[in-house]
């Protein structure tokens, strides 16, 4: 039985010029996902669950949980000392740790605190998703803007804690990627999913097919091609969505498939945020030997030019999402 922080120690050799500090940063992340994973547990007997009537940047209410789990992992991260500023999904701008120890630390953490988190009230699995960069300003400045707003593939490390039936941190620093299942008596990830890989022919698609009048003529056509009758195929595919990219994701990853939320005509940009959604999806995905695409192009290679900025997004097996490439190019 390998631990998740012994496993992180031992790949660690893998880079020569490794310090230790990324090593810290993912214990600080781990800590934080317990003391989550121990508070969303409680849900429904302890007053965590609903709205807090206040909304963030992005126009959508925030929950309680949103806001606890916000706080719990950027307390962690600032008072481990390797990261000197996070951006979160739940704050409209990026935080500077300006501590002593703050301006020399090398790492940006990007983060969705709570993926998911509608579905928090009615027992439905969420998660938590983080990006982590080298910051590209000078140590002992302080950190800019620019320091986030680097594409996903200069990304060191990504993953997402998944709080489901089990509790499972899964994430990559470019090596693999590779799960670890939460034994909750003892309160210690294992390793459980070495080197996971998508198969490059998938039978799931995950859409929210109640937008279906809303997309792109391309994305309509695969839609209705999952559909189709097809035996040497194995077509129709089957639908899944849960509603928490975390859990969709976490699915089609182990037993193949494809998630898609694509541009509508009410939202052009589609509803994901391209910098602590997509990215480390994106990177996780390659990494497990799958692709993910804005409908036209790389994800990771996508230059951000803002905080919350939002991206189509295809993102699962080779050929499901070279599939839907295809036929909105040829439906455009
Ligand atoms: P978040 O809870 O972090 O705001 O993310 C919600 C996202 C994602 O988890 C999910 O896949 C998607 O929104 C669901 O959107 P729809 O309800 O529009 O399908
Ligand atoms: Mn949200
Ligand atoms: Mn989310
Ligand atoms: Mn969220």
């Known amino acids: 039985m390998i631990t998740l922080g012994e496993y992180i120690i031992e790949k660690q050799n893998d880079f020569p010029e490794a310090s230790g500090e990324l090593s810290s940063l993912l214990g600080a992340i781990r800590l934080a996902a317990k003391v989550v994973n121990r508070e969303i547990n409680k849900a429904g007997i302890a007053d965590i669950i609903g709205t807090t009537g206040v909304e963030n940047v992005q126009g959508e209410v925030q929950q309680k949980m949103d806001l606890y789990a916000n706080d719990k992992f950027k307390t962690a991260l600032e008072a481990r000392g390797e990261v000197c500023g996070i951006a979160s999904e739940e704050e409209d701008e990026f935080i500077a740790f300006d501590d002593k120890r703050g301006c020399n630390s090398k790492y940006v953490v990007l983060m969705d605190p709570l993926d998911g988190s509608s579905n928090i009230d009615v027992n439905v699995s969420v998660g938590t998703i983080f990006s982590i960069y080298k910051r590209i300003s000078p140590l002992g400045a302080p950190v800019i803007l620019d320091d986030f707003l680097q594409p996903g593939d200069q990304q060191v490390a990504a993953g997402y804690v998944i709080y489901g039936s089990s509790t499972m941190l899964v994430y990559t620093t470019g090596n693999g990627v590779h799960g670890f299942t939460c034994d909750p008596s003892l309160g210690v990830f294992y390793l459980s999913h070495e080197n996971m890989t998508i198969p490059e022919d998938g039978q799931i698609y995950s859409v929210n097919e109640g937008n279906y009048l809303k997309f792109p003529l391309g994305v309509k056509k695969y839609l209705k091609y999952c559909q189709e009758i097809d035996s040497a195929t194995n077509r129709p595919y089957t639908s899944r969505y849960i509603g928490s990219l975390v859990s969709d994701f976490h699915r089609n990853l182990l037993k193949g498939g494809i998630y898609m939320y694509p541009s509508t005509a009410s939202a052009p940009k589609g509803k994901l945020r391209l910098l602590y959604e997509c990215n480390p999806m994106a990177f996780l995905m390659e990494q497990a030997g799958g692709k993910a695409s804005d409908g036209?192009?790389?994800?990771?290679?996508?230059?951000?030019?803002?905080?919350?900025?939002?991206?189509?997004?295809?993102?699962?097996?080779?050929?499901?999402?070279?599939?839907?490439?295809?036929?909105?190019?040829?439906?455009?």
């Open 296 to 332: 036209e192009k790389r994800i990771m290679e996508i230059v951000p030019t803002e905080l919350h900025q939002r991206v189509p997004f295809f993102c699962g097996s080779n050929n499901m999402v070279d599939d839907v490439q295809l036929m909105m190019k040829k439906h455009t």
